[in-house]
């Protein structure tokens, strides 16, 4: 499971937004663009996504945020893959800005999916060397590799 969602992963190798409602349009858009979902869907994701955040921020600390979704409309589990090397506020639970953003998109009848994809990206944040080597990596080839040989290979997710 994990190298096809890695596969189709939405990648942005730099973001290019300021602010944390900024970043969830930036990589709601990503995901869009990789077809996780139709263009008349977008707005009631990002209003759950901003709901979701103004319940408690999905900075998990060291400098990852892993925003995530779930709605109809939505065909597939789908993972962008952020970078912001400046950093971006988050209200992460440990007061630094985050540099790694993780956002997932899934269907609504598959929470089970939705949260092994969770613990999956959990178990990468906490990983010092993946966080350094991700925002170190040169291009979506070197990214996508570095995913699946620090992720596993699918059978965790």
Do not use: Y
């Not at 707005?43 to 925003?67: F, M």
């Amino acid at each position: 499971m994990i190298r096809k969602l890695v596969a189709r992963a939405g990648l942005i190798q730099e973001l290019e937004a300021s602010t944390k409602e900024a970043a969830l349009q930036e990589l709601l858009g990503a995901a869009q663009d990789v077809g996780a979902f139709p263009k008349k869907v977008r707005k009631t994701l990002q209003k759950r996504l901003s709901d979701r955040e103004a319940i408690g921020s999905t900075g998990l600390g060291n400098s990852v945020a892993v925003p995530h979704v779930k709605g109809d409309g939505v065909d597939e589990i789908t993972l962008v893959v952020a970078r912001c090397h400046p950093g971006i506020e988050w209200q992460a639970i440990d007061g630094r800005q985050v540099h790694v953003l993780f956002m997932l998109v899934s269907p609504m009848d598959d929470p089970e999916s939705h949260l092994k994809c969770l613990r999956w990206i959990a178990g990468l944040a906490r990983n010092t060397d993946f966080r350094r080597f991700l925002l170190d990596a040169d291009g979506d080839d070197a990214i996508r590799d570095l995913l699946v040989e620090m992720g596993g290979d699918g059978d965790e997710a």
